[in-house]
């Protein structure tokens, strides 16, 4: 199967990563060892040996000697050490930003250098999970008998995944990265609307005042989801009054309107899927989609095969995702 160009231009890059190692390379003693500034990252993410050491599969001991050979040989104290655990200092807030570019460096070079020898691989891709079990999943079948060689790993507990931190080589995602050695690129948006089940819109229509929201039950999110645009419109709606229920994810939204609790806000092409009746198509409540991709393997011949096959399925299905049913008919 022919590959597909992945055009830069269109996306939006984040950093220089050859300006910043031009600038490293003059900053820092040319006899450091990169399995020093690995666990460097390690316990700079992690906060402990412990945990560093199940991460780079490593004994404690080992670790913490790493630890201290690389502050000896840029004679600084990188960490403030707890009880707790191991807390940055400031020198050592300032070399985290050069070391996480000497990590992509160093691993543009490992992705150059399997470009060659065909799409093979792992790759982590992080995403909602009502967009992978309800688009991705169903469509990778077809790119799975292209690349057979080349494993996948969805990821959908987005809410732990930091794409900063290097936890996935891309994402779908519907939050702007803010930071990072990143290419993002808009897909398309998706598209909300308030929807019930069908006996609770027949319910509806019998009431005298119809286009009010006062009497009628809503399917809520829970506190730590608050800040989803579906949640706050709701809560807008319910002016301090209690839900019928909440719940903390798409798929418990769609099941308690399925069951009559009341309204909920969801998007429309789960919604439809699910058999729901739209009641107001159109509320003002939107997400754009993001291709998310380390900047460092952009070139990389097995992301770039999946980024092209994401993009896609998207745009392909950008009318079902952003609009409601009536105007896809």
Not at 43 to 53: K, M, Q
Not at 118 to 144: D, E, H, Q, Y
Not at 222 to 243: F, G, I, M, T
């Amino acid at each position: 199967m022919p590959l597909k160009s992945w055009h830069i231009p269109k996306m939006e890059k984040m950093d220089n990563i050859e300006n910043q190692l031009s600038i490293i390379g003059k900053q820092l003693p040319h006899d450091l060892l990169w399995d020093d500034i690995k666990a460097f990252l390690a316990v700079a993410r992690t906060g402990t040996l412990s945990a560093s050491a199940q991460l780079l599969n490593l004994g404690v001991a080992t670790l913490s000697r790493r630890v201290d050979r690389l502050e000896k040989v840029l004679k600084i104290p990188l960490f403030v050490r707890h009880q707790s655990g191991y807390r940055l200092t400031e020198d050592g807030r300032d070399l985290l930003e050069k070391a996480e570019v000497m990590e992509a460096a160093a691993l543009a070079l490992a992705a150059g250098a399997s470009a060659a020898t065909g799409v093979s691989g792992k790759l982590r891709l992080a995403t909602a999970a009502n967009l992978a079990t309800g688009m991705i999943l169903p469509a990778l079948p077809k790119f799975r008998a292209n690349y057979p060689d080349l494993l996948v790993e969805v990821v959908t507990d987005i809410n732990s995944v930091n794409l900063h931190r290097r936890d996935a080589d891309l994402a779908i995602r519907m939050v702007k990265p803010e930071r990072g050695n990143l290419i993002l690129r808009r897909l398309g948006t998706l598209g909300y609307g308030l929807y019930s089940n069908s006996e609770y819109a027949l319910k509806r229509k019998e009431q005298i005042d119809y286009g009010s929201f006062e009497n009628d039950e809503f399917i809520s999110w829970c506190e730590a989801q608050s800040h989803l645009p579906a949640a706050q419109w709701v809560e807008r709606v319910l002016r301090s009054r209690q839900p019928a229920v909440t719940t903390s994810s798409l798929a418990t939204q769609v099941a308690a309107a399925k069951a009559g609790l009341g309204l909920a806000v969801l998007p429309h092409y789960l919604a439809s899927k699910a058999g729901l009746t739209c009641l107001v198509p159109d509320i003002g409540v939107e997400q754009p989609i993001y291709l998310v991709i380390q900047s460092d393997l952009a070139q990389s011949r097995r992301v770039r095969v999946l980024a092209d096959f994401l993009s896609d399925l998207v745009i392909k299905n950008r009318t079902k995702l952003s609009d409601p049913p009536e105007k896809q008919q």
